[in-house]
């Protein structure tokens, strides 16, 4: 059979009204009062079939995924689910023997997403929060019934509680019957006499709620944490969505992150750095106590075993890891210039001498920091 745009001879994105002036033309052109005769008629015919399939959107969609077959010979089934769709497409469900279930008033509801801020300190071993979430609640005057309280919904008039109702469609084949959803109760098969005042007859109200959450240990900026059954609820009392947490971690004054490593810097005096020392820093989660070998050069680190963050979805912690910066006093006293003249002659330290060039300590750091892990 000729394809339907070739025989209105319009274009395939034709609009609407496009088809319809179209169709107007041509059935003036071939009417039989106006032309008679058997070919004039056969066009007349086909020109009539192609306009019912593509004045309706929902036939013109399906012929377009069908392509030439969908509504003529040969029932390849293509942009179909099989015979048995093609079938009802021509005589509707109840001539197939399959009848539409009415639509659910009870859906699922939208996922949410919160964001979330943590302290650096907060994912060493996770963090409790307690959110205040905006979403949708079941409505606690119907409990999701979208009525009045002893009120219930009640069978449409319109389809007789099916949710659909036929269209009858000329055609070549004669009248075709489909079913649509019916537009009295959208579907449903039923309606509300007397919707809920509280939800307007949604089942359903917005409302604050707190949520708390358990965030592990381990978390990154960006990660998103899934709290399943935690999200909306649906229409009419339906099951709930998922929250989504977005985490952001602040950064912070002293302590950087490399993974599951804790970073940071020592600034140390030049007479600590060739003595040696002893000090007490205060870490995350409590004081640590450093050892400083005599003799301990700028960009050195000392790691300290299983004091930075605990893996995520795991029980190991990583380290953290010091780097040292000597401090050079900058101003000296007449004396403090004379012992330091007198050091070096005794030291006979050798001339300056060229090396690797660092960007700075930071990047001097970086690569022991790089080197110790």
Same mark, same amino acid.
């Given at each position: 059979?000729?394809?339907?745009?070739e025989?209105?001879?319009?274009?395939?994105?034709a609009?609407?009204?496009?088809?319809k +002036?179209?169709?107007? !033309?041509? =059935?003036r &052109?071939?009417?039989p009062d106006?032309?008679? /005769?058997?070919? =004039?008629?056969?066009?007349? +015919?086909?020109?009539?079939?192609?306009?019912?399939?593509?004045?309706?959107?929902e036939q013109? *969609? *399906?012929? @377009?995924l069908?392509?030439?077959s969908?509504?003529?010979?040969?029932?390849s /089934?293509? /942009?179909?689910?099989?015979?048995?769709?093609?079938?009802?497409?021509?005589?509707? =469900?109840?001539?197939?023997?399959?009848?539409?279930?009415? %639509?659910?008033? !009870? &859906? *699922?509801?939208h996922?949410a997403?919160?964001?979330?801020? #943590?302290?650096l300190?907060d994912v060493?071993f996770?963090?409790?929060?307690?959110?205040e979430?905006?979403?949708?609640v079941?409505?606690?005057?119907?409990?999701?019934?979208?009525?009045?309280?002893?009120?219930q919904p009640?069978?449409?008039?319109?389809c007789?509680?099916a949710?659909q109702?036929?269209?009858t469609?000329?055609?070549?084949?004669?009248?075709v019957?489909?079913?649509?959803p019916c537009?009295?109760?959208?579907?449903?098969?039923?309606?509300i006499?007397h919707?809920?005042?509280?939800?307007?007859?949604?089942?359903?109200?917005?409302s *604050?709620?707190?949520v708390s959450?358990?965030?592990?240990?381990?978390?990154?900026t960006?990660? !998103?944490?899934?709290?399943?059954?935690?999200?909306?609820?649906?229409p009419?009392?339906?099951?709930n969505? @998922?929250?989504?947490?977005?985490?952001t971690?602040?950064?912070?004054?002293v302590?950087s %992150? @490399?993974?599951?490593?804790?970073?940071?810097?020592l &600034?140390?005096?030049?007479?600590?750095?060739?003595?040696g020392?002893s000090?007490?820093?205060?870490a995350?989660?409590?004081?640590? &106590?450093?050892?400083?070998?005599?003799g301990?050069?700028?960009?050195?680190?000392?790691t300290? +075993?299983?004091?930075?963050?605990t893996a995520?979805?795991?029980?190991?912690?990583?380290? #953290?890891?010091?780097?040292?910066h000597?401090?050079?006093?900058?101003?000296?006293? =007449?004396?403090?210039?004379?012992?330091?003249e007198?050091?070096a002659k %005794?030291?006979?330290?050798?001339p300056? +001498?060229?090396?690797?060039f660092h960007?700075?300590?930071?990047?001097k750091?970086?690569?022991?920091?790089?080197?110790?892990?």
């Amino acid at each position: 059979m000729a394809d339907h745009y070739e025989v209105l001879g319009v274009a395939r994105d034709a609009s609407p009204d496009e088809i319809k +002036k179209a169709y107007r !033309r041509l =059935a003036r &052109e071939l009417h039989p009062d106006v032309n008679p /005769g058997e070919e =004039a008629s056969e066009r007349f +015919k086909l020109v009539t079939h192609a306009y019912d399939v593509l004045s309706d959107p929902e036939q013109r *969609r *399906r012929y @377009d995924l069908g392509g030439d077959s969908a509504f003529g010979g040969g029932f390849s /089934g293509e /942009g179909f689910g099989g015979f048995g769709d093609i079938f009802e497409t021509f005589f509707g =469900a109840a001539a197939g023997g399959r009848q539409g279930r009415p %639509r659910s008033r !009870r &859906e *699922r509801g939208h996922d949410a997403l919160v964001r979330v801020t #943590l302290q650096l300190g907060d994912v060493v071993f996770g963090a409790h929060r307690d959110i205040e979430v905006d979403t949708a609640v079941l409505c606690e005057t119907c409990q999701g019934s979208c009525c009045q309280p002893g009120m219930q919904p009640v069978p449409c008039d319109i389809c007789g509680g099916a949710g659909q109702v036929q269209r009858t469609v000329r055609s070549l084949l004669g009248n075709v019957v489909t079913n649509q959803p019916c537009g009295s109760c959208q579907g449903y098969g039923t309606v509300i006499p007397h919707p809920c005042a509280t939800c307007q007859g949604q089942g359903r109200v917005r409302s *604050r709620r707190t949520v708390s959450i358990d965030i592990p240990a381990g978390v990154e900026t960006g990660m !998103r944490l899934q709290l399943p059954g935690s999200g909306e609820v649906g229409p009419a009392g339906g099951p709930n969505g @998922d929250l989504y947490l977005e985490v952001t971690v602040q950064g912070h004054d002293v302590f950087s %992150r @490399d993974g599951d490593d804790l970073l940071a810097t020592l &600034e140390l005096s030049m007479a600590d750095a060739i003595l040696g020392a002893s000090t007490t820093i205060e870490a995350l989660d409590g004081p640590v &106590e450093l050892e400083l070998r005599p003799g301990t050069q700028g960009g050195d680190v000392l790691t300290v +075993k299983g004091r930075g963050i605990t893996a995520l979805r795991g029980t190991e912690r990583g380290d #953290l890891r010091v780097g040292v910066h000597v401090v050079t006093p900058t101003r000296l006293d =007449a004396k403090e210039r004379a012992l330091i003249e007198e050091f070096a002659k %005794r030291t006979k330290a050798p001339p300056p +001498k060229l090396a690797e060039f660092h960007q700075g300590l930071f990047a001097k750091l970086r690569d022991r920091f790089r080197q110790s892990a």
